[in-house]
């Protein structure tokens, strides 16, 4: 038998693309039901879950093409003339030959026409050059779109970007210790995304917008920086962006961004849990995606955000409620079982028919002889199409009657087997019909709601919009008196907001009475989200803050400034501060027992951005007073903080009092520990025979690598009594290596 040929690469390449039409379909069907069976389970598993599925559908389409490259008869069916199995020039050769083509699935016959699986085998061959190219323009389009991506993504980690204060670095680098991140993190305050970002694997980056500075709190922005962390922790960034290449080279089947779609969101809710677990309170992290939605509402979602997937599932997840599944997703699913159920067995039965042929057609060919070969029947390969004998028609004319009853008896099986087919849109039906059915166990409480809303002015409501508005508890009575109080053109997601946040009509009866007279809807939120309050207000007042703005008392309730600490400030001597100075001395902790205690040891005269600046740096009370009992006396307060700054303290003065510099200034002191000359240092160079040595020299041996090994192995070449320039020279020209 003539050894079968590979099957050219376009080909083979054309054909798995066909083939991973079906494939894909069965692993998202097997993953949708993997998804039901693990509904109660954590987020981490349904992620592995998925991801496990990615890695299949990847895997799959490398299978088939080797198999279809390497371990399938030839294609090149279309080249094949069956014609010349007609008459073969020697048996042995025909043989030969006969046996190839069964196994290609052909037909013997004796007429000119090209069998049928040869003539659409050979229309594929001519169309998989074609096939092959549209899946290559593909590929190429959507890796140019993720290479900008990348590009812009560099981009946003150097440009317009700076640090945030101390201490906010203070706050990052505990919550890196708490989600246990052991690589460095760098965090660094961005004007171009609005959400905060992590962008790279190896020195990842965590972008945090200065909008979210403002309209966060701190509280809220340390559970969103968690999450960040959280996806850096599990390399989401890396899995992302092998993700995306999946993506790319499977990209027209769209189970693939189905699959790669749950994969995202499975991913937020890991990291969701992550946050919730640091923070310690699920409110205060939903109320943090809330306002994060508020931000995305004016900017470009970027992979990595903490606003991957569906805002309401994952804030509905967060507070312990469980999302409803959308009609959408049941339609979908119910497409997939379809699609897979009718496709599956067509395409199997396409791709295994001409080898299930084979076996009969080997099989019949056996039997017949080679005196058949000059006149051969279609029946040595085929199944006789039936025929009606003369003999049963002369029958059926003779005794009718007998061949009806035979034919009624026959025909009773008929039923049986096409039943089935013929009850299945019956079946069909109600699952077709389900959406209508919104509350099976009170419709009529259901249609009161939905009548109540219609007539408000909400009509048309989608199913989203109805588990929105019930999830956060949106009334009817809510729409009224909103609409009582001049509010008449509220959307859904602004009706959820206010719900979500404890909105109601009192409230705003309470802040018209304190002064407060139709804000947006997005400062009502904000008001009730941070709990201003009519007595705050009028507090307020009192201590000289009047007629301040919505924003302005959403600014001072989000940061924690009470009237207490304004009634702090004001007693220490700092009356009649801007707003703006009150805020910035909260966030950063200068409060009236912090200046009481920087007063007590002498520092009486300070503004109020000295002692903001002294406490971003460190230096407190007791700092001050370890300074003055090192010695130091009392230093003006630029140079504490700079002591401060290069890790100057007592301690440091000490170790350097005792290694011979006992009337060391503190710029001399900073400069030696700039340059990390210990007091370890110094006594290793005088012991190696170098005395009288100044601080700046020991200075200057320190940055050229001058140290006691280096001496010893100069004097054991037999360089004795050099001066420290020579040591340094010999250092800088490498001499003893």
Not at 470 to 477: E, H, I, L, P, Y
Request: include cysteine.
């Amino acid at each position: 038998m003539n050894s079968l040929p590979t099957m050219p690469v376009v080909e083979a390449l054309s054909w798995t693309l066909i083939h991973f039409i079906w494939q894909g379909a069965v692993i998202a069907l097997l993953f949708a039901i993997a998804k039901k069976g693990l509904k109660r389970r954590s987020a981490n598993l349904r992620y592995l879950a998925a991801c496990l599925g990615m890695l299949t559908m990847l895997a799959l389409p490398l299978v088939t093409f080797l198999t279809l490259r390497y371990y399938s008869p030839s294609t090149s069916i279309a080249t094949i003339d069956p014609h010349r199995l007609i008459q073969p020039s020697k048996p042995e050769s025909f043989r030969a030959d006969l046996a190839d083509y069964l196994v290609l699935g052909g037909e013997l016959s004796g007429s000119k026409a090209t069998p049928p699986a040869l003539d659409r085998r050979g229309r594929f061959s001519q169309l998989a050059p074609w096939l092959t190219s549209l899946w290559l323009a593909g590929v190429v389009l959507l890796s140019l779109r993720m290479l900008g991506g990348w590009l812009y993504a560099r981009r946003l980690k150097t440009f317009l970007t700076g640090p945030l204060s101390e201490e906010w670095q203070m706050r990052f680098a505990q919550l890196r210790r708490n989600i246990r991140v052991l690589r460095p993190v760098r965090i660094l305050e961005s004007a171009l995304v609005q959400v905060p970002t992590v962008i790279g694997w190896m020195r990842p980056v965590v972008l945090i917008p200065a909008s979210a500075l403002v309209g966060l709190t701190p509280s809220q922005l340390e559970a969103v920086v968690a999450h960040e962390l959280a996806h850096i922790r599990r390399y989401d960034y890396l899995v992302n962006l092998l993700q995306t290449a999946v993506e790319i080279v499977l990209f027209y089947h769209p189970a693939i961004w189905w699959l790669s779609r749950e994969i995202r969101q499975e991913r937020e809710h890991c990291c969701d849990d992550v946050a919730v677990e640091v923070c310690g309170d699920a409110l205060v992290y939903a109320r943090a995606l809330t306002e994060i939605e508020v931000l995305r509402n004016i900017t470009p979602r970027l992979a990595m955000a903490a606003d991957g997937g569906s805002l309401l599932a994952r804030i509905q997840r967060i507070l312990g409620n469980s999302p409803s599944g959308s009609d959408r997703t049941a339609s979908w699913l119910a497409g997939a079982i379809v699609f897979v159920t009718v496709f599956v067995p067509a395409a199997g039965a396409q791709f295994f028919t001409h080898h299930a042929e084979t076996v009969g057609q080997a099989a019949a060919a056996n039997v017949s002889t080679t005196a058949q070969i000059d006149a051969p029947t279609s029946s040595t390969l085929a199944e006789p199409a039936p025929e009606v004998k003369s003999s049963d028609k002369q029958s059926e004319k003779n005794h009718p009657s007998e061949m009806a009853e035979s034919r009624a008896e026959s025909s009773e099986n008929v039923p049986s087997i096409e039943t089935p087919s013929v009850e299945t849109p019956a079946v069909e039906t109600p699952s077709v019909k389900t959406p209508s059915v919104e509350t099976p166990r009170s419709q009529s409480a259901g249609g009161s709601f939905i009548e109540e809303m219609a007539a408000l002015g909400y009509t048309n409501l989608s199913v989203d919009d109805l588990i929105a508005l019930r999830t956060f508890g949106v009334s009817a009575q809510l729409v009224r008196e909103l609409k009582a109080y001049g509010y008449d053109k509220v959307s859904v997601k602004e009706l959820t907001r206010l719900a979500a946040v404890g909105v109601t009509g009192q409230f705003i009866k309470d802040l018209k009475a304190a002064g407060i007279e139709q804000v947006p809807i997005e400062s009502l939120a904000r008001l009730a989200m941070h709990g201003v309050s009519p007595s705050l207000i009028k507090e307020l007042a009192d201590l000289g803050y009047k007629n301040l703005s919505a924003d302005q008392l959403s600014q001072v309730a989000g940061h924690g400034v009470s009237p207490q600490f304004i009634r702090g400030l004001q007693s220490a001597g700092f009356k009649d501060l801007p707003l703006t100075e009150v805020v910035h001395a909260r966030d950063h902790g200068v409060g009236a027992e912090f200046i009481k205690e920087i007063r007590e040891r002498g520092y009486s005269s300070l503004a109020l951005k000295d002692l903001i600046h002294m406490r971003d740096h460190g230096v407190d009370a007791e700092f001050l007073s370890s300074m003055e009992a090192g010695g130091f006396g009392h230093l003006p307060v630029e140079q504490m903080i700079r002591a401060r700054d290069h890790g100057v303290d007592p301690g440091f003065a000490k170790q350097m009092h005792a290694a011979g510099f006992p009337n060391a200034t503190l710029d001399q002191l900073v400069q030696m520990r700039d340059h990390g000359v210990s007091a370890a240092f110094v006594d290793s160079i005088r012991k190696s025979g170098l005395d009288n040595v100044t601080i700046e020299q020991f200075v200057r041996m320190r940055d050229h690598g001058v140290d006691a090994e280096f001496i010893g192995r100069a004097k054991s070449h037999g360089f004795q009594n050099l001066t420290i320039e020579q040591l340094i020279r010999l250092r800088d020209a490498d001499v003893f290596n």
